[in-house]
């Protein structure tokens, strides 16, 4: 009992504080010293008193989780009412009184935001919980592990807590569920607002010759549509997220997920029959990027291509052939690829690695995730690959290293083949066929099978030198272990 009542007199204290704070410059001369007691003094379990609060109503705790963000239909109308003042600091006051297990999310939710008000929710977080976490990442993870109970109406207070920063989340959190796409709780803001990401649409290219902001380590992600090769620099899409184009004439996208560790590249028409358009929603799940689409609201995880809450819930967009290699390697191999336009219309720092410092800067996941799958490192970069209804996941790393590697899969067999580390994989449905090396110029590439004959290569298919038989291309998607494993939880790893 003793350390709830100092956690109520320090409590006092900040609100008067607060109150004085916000007076005139003529009541304080000088600004306060700044206090070194927390405004709630964190207790453990066993130093809670033993009195029971009294429950709230569903409806005093939504009036309370109201006032708490400055609930207006209007979100510039809210921003005005922040940062925290006096009001602020006793309704929380109340919340960390209360006991009430339905307030824990929220609070977390409000960690993470962050918008000035960061000692009062730790500390309320702290009281109610007996627990102390260092970073609102690990507030988020403890809490996805626990299970906590919502209160009512959650999703429609998370979307307007986060409509402080784009109004269009209110529209994007909604109570959507399903049985494998997450709930309210579940979604975490990226750190940008919703316009702050803005997808390149039909975008500028040149051709090789004419570029001229590449060095010959920078990633890209290319594409080979009946000959024609295009090369999709990360250090552009990442800015953007999304790249909507055309190669010969067919549309596709570039999907990038910075936090997954790269970028897919799927077609436009879903498994429902529609072409949908897109954008990064601003959000992620189990610490993947998350796309809205325009038509319906609908959330699509960015490695499976799934979408996983809304009206489209189920359907999927299929994912193409393209590689992930150096802008070395590919100009190599593809003499007449052409590759985006440093001229995209937008202001960006698109130098090699700045959209992705925050990333590559980090050594662990950059947004909470629930449970990781141990059977790899979790920032693997693996292959993930999905035939047959089999899944399976190979470290990228490895398959280049051994230049070639045969594997059955789904009924299939496959070769996947590399010209060494860092530059890229191409799966071949090869069927019977042995590959045993791999010959040639980079753009002349031939393999040789264990019957010694010749076949040319690109990133289509295999072509039989003597018999002109085929062997199609398998695409495949390149992510970290822990993003490919979330997004397909029933995954094999190629031992």
Same mark, same amino acid.
């Not at 007076?23 to 009195?51: C, I, K, R, Y």
């Not at 993470?112 to 000692?119: A, H, K, S």
């Not at 436009?268 to 992620?284: E, H, I, K, N, Q």
């Given at each position: 009992?003793?350390?709830?009542?100092?956690?109520?007199?320090?409590?006092?204290?900040?609100?008067?504080?607060?109150?004085?704070?916000?007076?005139?410059?003529?009541?304080?001369?000088?600004?306060?010293?700044?206090?070194?007691?927390?405004?709630?003094?964190?207790?453990?379990?066993?130093?809670?008193?033993?009195?029971?609060?009294?429950?709230?109503?569903?409806?005093?705790?939504?009036?309370?989780?109201?006032?708490?963000?400055?609930?207006?239909?209007?979100?510039?109308?809210?921003?005005?009412?922040?940062?925290?003042?006096?009001?602020?600091?006793?309704?929380?006051?109340?919340?960390?009184?209360?006991?009430?297990?339905?307030?824990?999310?929220?609070?977390?939710?409000?960690?993470?935001?962050?918008?000035?008000?960061?000692?009062?929710?730790?500390?309320?977080?702290?009281?109610?919980?007996?627990?102390?976490?260092?970073?609102?990442?690990?507030?988020?993870?403890?809490?996805?592990?626990? =299970?906590?109970?919502?209160?009512?109406?959650?999703?429609?207070?998370?979307?307007?807590?986060?409509?402080?920063?784009?109004?269009?989340?209110?529209?994007?959190?909604?109570?959507?569920?399903?049985?494998?796409?997450?709930?309210?709780?579940?979604?975490?803001?990226?750190?940008?607002?919703?316009?702050?990401?803005?997808?390149?649409?039909?975008?500028?290219?040149?051709?090789?010759?004419?570029?001229?902001?590449?060095?010959?380590?920078?990633?890209?992600?290319?594409?080979?549509?009946?000959?024609?090769?295009?090369?999709?620099?990360?250090?552009?899409?990442?800015?953007?997220?999304?790249?909507?184009?055309?190669?010969?004439?067919?549309?596709?996208?570039?999907?990038?997920?910075? =936090?997954?560790?790269?970028?897919?590249?799927?077609?436009?028409?879903?498994?429902?029959?529609?072409?949908?358009?897109?954008?990064?929603?601003?959000?992620?799940?189990?610490?993947?990027?998350? /796309?809205?689409?325009?038509?319906?609201?609908?959330?699509?995880?960015?490695?499976?291509?799934?979408?996983?809450?809304?009206?489209?819930?189920?359907?999927?967009?299929?994912?193409?052939?393209?590689?992930?290699?150096?802008?070395?390697?590919? =100009?190599?191999?593809?003499?007449?690829?052409?590759?985006?336009?440093?001229?995209?219309? /937008?202001?960006?720092?698109?130098?090699?690695?700045?959209?992705?410092?925050?990333?590559?800067? =980090?050594?662990?996941?950059?947004?909470?995730?629930?449970?990781?799958?141990?059977?790899?490192?979790?920032?693997?970069?693996?292959?993930?690959?999905?035939?047959?209804?089999?899944?399976?996941?190979?470290?990228?790393?490895?398959?280049?290293?051994?230049?070639?590697?045969?594997?059955?899969?789904?009924?299939?067999?496959?070769?996947?083949?590399?010209?060494?580390?860092?530059?890229?994989?191409?799966? /071949?449905?090869?069927?019977?066929?042995?590959?045993?090396?791999?010959?040639?110029?980079?753009?002349?590439?031939?393999?040789?099978?264990?019957?010694?004959?010749?076949?040319?290569?690109?990133?289509?298919?295999?072509?039989?030198?003597?018999?002109?038989?085929?062997?199609?291309?398998?695409?495949?998607?390149?992510?970290?272990?822990?993003?490919?494993?979330?997004?397909?939880?029933?995954?094999?790893?190629?031992?």
């Amino acid at each position: 009992m003793c350390g709830r009542r100092a956690a109520l007199g320090a409590l006092s204290a900040a609100i008067l504080l607060v109150g004085c704070v916000a007076g005139s410059a003529d009541q304080f001369p000088e600004p306060p010293a700044p206090t070194e007691e927390p405004v709630f003094q964190p207790v453990s379990l066993a130093e809670a008193p033993v009195a029971t609060p009294a429950p709230l109503t569903e409806g005093e705790i939504s009036t309370t989780l109201r006032d708490l963000v400055c609930w207006y239909a209007d979100p510039d109308l809210a921003r005005d009412c922040l940062p925290a003042g006096e009001e602020f600091v006793a309704v929380l006051q109340r919340v960390a009184l209360s006991g009430d297990e339905r307030f824990v999310v929220p609070l977390v939710d409000m960690l993470w935001l962050e918008i000035g008000w960061e000692r009062w929710v730790r500390e309320a977080l702290e009281l109610m919980t007996g627990q102390r976490h260092a970073t609102a990442l690990e507030w988020y993870e403890w809490v996805q592990a626990e =299970s906590l109970p919502l209160p009512d109406g959650y999703a429609d207070w998370k979307g307007s807590l986060l409509s402080l920063i784009d109004p269009l989340f209110a529209r994007l959190i909604g109570e959507q569920t399903s049985e494998s796409g997450p709930g309210p709780e579940d979604l975490v803001w990226a750190l940008l607002g919703v316009a702050q990401v803005p997808p390149l649409v039909a975008p500028e290219t040149v051709h090789r010759v004419e570029e001229r902001y590449l060095s010959r380590s920078d990633i890209v992600y290319g594409v080979v549509i009946d000959g024609i090769a295009h090369a999709y620099p990360e250090r552009i899409v990442a800015w953007h997220g999304v790249v909507t184009d055309e190669v010969d004439g067919v549309p596709l996208m570039v999907w990038h997920c910075t =936090s997954c560790g790269g970028a897919a590249v799927f077609g436009v028409t879903a498994s429902d029959g529609r072409a949908y358009t897109f954008a990064p929603a601003g959000l992620v799940w189990e610490g993947r990027r998350l /796309f809205f689409d325009d038509e319906t609201g609908s959330l699509w995880d960015a490695v499976s291509g799934r979408a996983v809450a809304g009206p489209a819930t189920g359907a999927r967009v299929p994912v193409r052939l393209a590689v992930r290699t150096t802008w070395g390697d590919w =100009s190599d191999r593809y003499r007449n690829t052409r590759v985006l336009s440093l001229d995209t219309g /937008f202001v960006r720092d698109y130098s090699e690695g700045a959209a992705i410092r925050a990333d590559t800067e =980090s050594e662990r996941p950059i947004f909470p995730i629930p449970a990781t799958d141990d059977r790899l490192p979790m920032r693997t970069r693996v292959i993930g690959l999905t035939l047959d209804g089999v899944t399976r996941a190979y470290p990228l790393d490895r398959v280049e290293a051994n230049g070639i590697v045969h594997d059955a899969i789904g009924g299939r067999r496959i070769a996947m083949i590399s010209a060494g580390p860092g530059r890229g994989v191409t799966v /071949f449905d090869v069927g019977g066929t042995t590959i045993t090396a791999l010959e040639g110029p980079a753009e002349d590439r031939e393999v040789v099978d264990s019957d010694g004959l010749r076949w040319f290569m690109d990133e289509e298919r295999l072509l039989n030198t003597r018999n002109s038989r085929t062997a199609p291309a398998v695409p495949y998607q390149v992510a970290y272990w822990f993003a490919w494993a979330g997004a397909y939880p029933d995954t094999e790893v190629w031992r």
